[in-house]
């Protein structure tokens, strides 16, 4: 009775673990909460994406019913995050939010001395949202457009302080090139993340930021917008013209959201992690969450995502390799 009692419960525990893995999948991923290491300070467009984006994890039938939660690593633009997920095991159950721009950018800024290669030592998971940079003013400034921003920058004879959420993210270097090209004397402020940017606009203790159009947010009545990066307006502000719709050159691309794991991860956490980002990237409750805060909800998938890349290595190539020249 007893051997038949064991084998009974053998074949129980069986029974359940086969029911478990089917509902999530196939396989043993994941076995545990996953965590979102995200490399800047709460309330910036990293950070909103991420815990959005968590907030929903759960819901997607690949991950299980296992939740997702947020921790945040600022420094170094994000870099202080990204090398302390490296320095984690690569079983996706640590994952890194962050927008290609920066994570690149990141990259480049250190030449010889970087502290990763995104192409060489990361899995792009897939993506779901998109950083824009504006231009930005506090709403007290005679500027309305880029156009009076340098006529004015010029006129003062000073040197312009601006802010941004980190000394090489894909705002500074946006930031930089515009106030280079056009020969305004600058000195950059780098913030840890752009909540803390904003925060200096709105303060006036800086005289413009290059942050992203998301941090615009519950602070129009004292941030105002010049102009918006990119080939074309940022959807979620469609009343905002482009730099080149202003007749001004500027660095005409956007930053996608992705989640991205260290290379080595198992193709089944590629398969889960890309179901999921694919499901709550569609769901109603996650793109109205994004609008509110003037950011975009869609699915990019892993294989477009790296092509996007390769486009934001070529153009930001060039410009940090003449950045980094100067410095």
Known sequence: MRILKTVALSAAALTLASGSAIAGGHGS???KPVKIVVGFSAGGGTDTTSRGFASYLHEAKSMGGQPAYIVNVPGA???KGAKQVLGEKADGHTLYMINIGTFIVGELAKGKDKPYSVKDDWVN??????????MQVHTSSPSKTMAEFIANAKASGKTITWGTSGATTMHSGIGTTFFDTYGIPHKMVPFKGGSKARAAIVSQSVEAVFGGNNTIA???DT???LATAGAERDPTMPDLPTFAEQGMKGADFTGLFCLFAPKGVSDEVKEKVGAAIEHVAGIKGFKSFMKKNNLGAFYIDAATAVKAQNVMYETMTPIMEKLVANQ
């Open 29 to 31: 991923y994941p076995s």
């Open 77 to 79: 633009s994000g870099q």
């Open 125 to 134: 998971l897939g993506c779901m949202s998109q950083l824009v940079t504006s």
């Open 218 to 220: 519950g602070f129009e």
């Open 223 to 225: 941030i105002r917008p």
